[in-house]
């Protein structure tokens, strides 16, 4: 295989999972009639957009962005390091959505103590 | 060269499996397994773009503390999805009627 | 008709997401040479090893150069489990203790989470002590402090954390982060300056600041995250 079909290859993978996973999030969050499903939707679209974001900032052949004695090591033999940008905004949005998730689960667990059900087609006072 | 094409091309597909399976299944329990097992996979795929910081945090949140408060949350409201609770006789009418508008 | 509509609007984000990325080349050197400062990376890549003696860059950026981010996010966490309290806050009659988990762990979880709580603990505080040496840091550490307590609330009924040392640690980390950036303030030009004198490359003790407020960050994160699994597990179910 020359390194052309490699590199379609490699983008071709983790472009479409990256986009898939979104996909994926996305029908669970529109179409599933459990909240807790569509926390889960929520929670699958976080992490398809953070596939997404590490893999744009991705170098060939590239290493890690830390500076240790392997590091400059590296360096000294020519070796590019990998764009630290998008790390460190992936490194703040986990978080965050963790924290998203926590407190959509407590609203969840609210909604369920006051209607007794937990599915949205059965919550009477949302009909319309 | 061809062998980390082949971990990379398992390591996607295994991971829209587990993606698929987690919105597919009506038990809720299977499913919260199903997302920690898309975390572990996106920590490994993390780990070959060259991302180690990203990679410990997703494996140290992702993975341990996102489960246990699904699991949780299931504890406190139902287990399967499609459980029906009994409606009373004037709603179920009511249903009915807006159902066939 | 919900179903098809659905599929159909994510067959066209598929196809405007799938257009727009696949122009974007996968693997390809977008920085240039961190000599010649052309982009915001190149800068960052270039200033770190020199200005600020840290190893790790991801620190750097996430410390340092957007350290008024990092204030955000630890603000963000405690808004979060400050309303995970708040929303599932019950009255409780008087004389009557929150009920744990009934029945007993079993015996190898009991043992097990005895041996390995200590390794548990000693790991999450080297995560966030050598984060500016190695990958990690005080988000990372702080979830492992926070997992590690949450192995022995589960093997055992009677281990409570009182939220009381909670509330003390959370408070006495955020005003450390929130002070020495004031200090920053009055001593150099901007908030978050980093005004303690940097050591040499892969010393523990270099970088000014930078371990300092990761370390306060690491109790921060380690207390509200334990917190949060402390109000889940306690809520008593089917009232």
Same mark, same amino acid.
């Given at each position: 295989?020359?390194?052309?079909?490699?590199?379609?290859?490699?983008?071709?993978?983790?472009?479409?999972?990256?986009?898939?996973?979104?996909?994926?999030?996305?029908?669970?969050?529109?179409?599933?009639?459990?909240?807790?499903?569509?926390?889960?939707?929520?929670?699958?679209?976080?992490?398809?957009?953070?596939?997404?974001?590490?893999?744009?900032?991705?170098?060939?052949?590239?290493?890690?962005?830390?500076?240790?004695?392997?590091?400059?090591?590296?360096?000294?033999?020519?070796?590019?390091?990998?764009?630290?940008?998008?790390?460190?905004?992936?490194?703040?949005?986990?978080?965050?959505?963790?924290?998203?998730?926590?407190?959509?689960?407590?609203?969840?667990?609210?909604?369920?103590?006051?209607?007794?059900?937990?599915?949205?087609?059965?919550?009477?006072?949302?009909?319309? | 060269?061809?062998?980390?094409?082949?971990?990379?091309?398992?390591?996607?597909?295994?991971?829209?499996?587990?993606?698929?399976?987690?919105?597919?299944?009506?038990?809720?329990?299977?499913?919260?397994?199903?997302?920690?097992?898309?975390?572990?996979?996106?920590?490994?795929?993390?780990?070959?773009?060259?991302?180690?910081?990203?990679?410990?945090?997703?494996?140290?949140?992702?993975?341990?503390?996102?489960?246990?408060?699904?699991?949780?949350?299931?504890?406190?409201?139902?287990?399967?999805?499609?459980?029906?609770?009994?409606?009373?006789?004037?709603?179920?009418?009511?249903?009915?009627?807006?159902?066939?508008? | 008709?919900?179903?098809?509509?659905?599929?159909?609007?994510?067959?066209?984000?598929?196809?405007?997401?799938?257009?727009?990325?696949?122009?974007?080349?996968?693997?390809?050197?977008?920085?240039?040479?961190?000599?010649?400062?052309?982009?915001?990376?190149?800068?960052?890549?270039?200033?770190?090893?020199?200005?600020?003696?840290?190893?790790?860059?991801?620190?750097?950026?996430?410390?340092?150069?957007?350290?008024?981010?990092?204030?955000?996010?630890?603000?963000?966490?405690?808004?979060?489990?400050?309303?995970?309290?708040?929303?599932?806050?019950?009255?409780?009659?008087?004389?009557?203790?929150?009920?744990?988990?009934?029945?007993?762990?079993?015996?190898?979880?009991?043992?097990?989470?005895?041996?390995?709580?200590?390794?548990?603990?000693?790991?999450?505080?080297?995560?966030? *002590?050598?984060?500016?040496?190695?990958?990690?840091? #005080? %988000?990372?550490?702080? !979830?492992?402090? +926070?997992?590690? =307590?949450?192995?022995?609330?589960?093997?055992?009924?009677?281990?409570?954390?009182?939220?009381?040392?909670?509330?003390?640690?959370?408070?006495?980390?955020?005003?450390?982060?929130?002070?020495?950036?004031?200090?920053?303030?009055?001593?150099?030009?901007?908030?978050?300056?980093?005004?303690?004198?940097?050591?040499?490359?892969?010393?523990?003790?270099?970088?000014? *600041?930078?371990?300092?407020?990761?370390?306060?960050? #690491? %109790?921060?994160?380690? !207390?509200?995250? +334990?917190?949060? =699994?402390?109000?889940?597990?306690?809520?008593?179910?089917?009232?």
């Amino acid at each position: 295989m020359s390194s052309i079909d490699y590199n379609q290859i490699m983008s071709i993978g983790i472009y479409g999972s990256a986009i898939g996973l979104i996909l994926i999030g996305l029908y669970a969050v529109l179409l599933k009639k459990h909240l807790t499903k569509i926390v889960i939707g929520l929670s699958i679209i976080d992490a398809g957009i953070h596939l997404l974001f590490v893999a744009i900032g991705y170098i060939d052949n590239g290493t890690a962005p830390i500076f240790s004695p392997k590091g400059l090591e590296m360096m000294a033999q020519g070796k590019t390091m990998v764009d630290p940008v998008p790390q460190a905004l992936v490194l703040t949005a986990i978080v965050i959505g963790f924290g998203v998730t926590a407190v959509a689960l407590s609203l969840v667990i609210r909604l369920y103590r006051h209607n007794k059900t937990a599915r949205i087609d059965q919550i009477k006072s949302l009909k319309w | 060269m061809i062998f980390s094409l082949i971990i990379i091309i398992v390591l996607v597909l295994l991971l829209l499996a587990a993606a698929i399976y987690a919105v597919m299944q009506k038990d809720l329990l299977y499913a919260t397994i199903a997302t920690g097992v898309i975390s572990l996979i996106l920590s490994i795929i993390f780990f070959i773009l060259q991302a180690p910081d990203v990679a410990l945090t997703e494996a140290a949140i992702g993975i341990a503390l996102t489960t246990i408060i699904f699991v949780f949350a299931i504890r406190h409201t139902s287990r399967r999805e499609d459980e029906v609770t009994i409606l009373e006789e004037s709603d179920a009418q009511e249903m009915d009627n807006k159902e066939s508008v | 008709m919900k179903k098809v509509l659905v599929i159909l609007m994510l067959a066209v984000i598929a196809y405007t997401l799938g257009t727009s990325f696949s122009t974007i080349k996968f693997g390809e050197n977008r920085i240039g040479d961190p000599k010649e400062e052309k982009t915001v990376a190149a800068f960052y890549l270039n200033r770190t090893p020199s200005e600020l003696s840290v190893a790790n860059v991801i620190t750097a950026i996430v410390v340092n150069y957007r350290g008024f981010d990092t204030l955000g996010e630890v603000s963000v966490l405690f808004l979060a489990a400050t309303g995970l309290g708040s929303i599932l806050y019950r009255r409780r009659k008087k004389g009557e203790h929150p009920e744990v988990i009934t029945k007993p762990a079993s015996q190898l979880l009991q043992s097990g989470s005895k041996l390995i709580y200590p390794a548990i603990l000693v790991l999450g505080a080297y995560v966030f *002590i050598h984060g500016h040496l190695t990958p990690g840091g #005080g %988000f990372q550490g702080g !979830a492992i402090i +926070a997992t590690g =307590l949450l192995l022995m609330m589960m093997a055992y009924k009677d281990f409570e954390i009182r939220h009381n040392v909670l509330t003390w640690v959370e408070s006495i980390a955020g005003i450390t982060f929130v002070s020495l950036g004031l200090t920053g303030l009055i001593y150099g030009k901007t908030f978050l300056e980093n005004f303690l004198p940097t050591g040499n490359l892969n010393d523990v003790v270099s970088g000014g *600041i930078i371990p300092i407020i990761y370390i306060a960050v #690491g %109790f921060k994160v380690a !207390a509200e995250l +334990a917190g949060v =699994l402390e109000t889940l597990l306690s809520n008593k179910e089917n009232d």
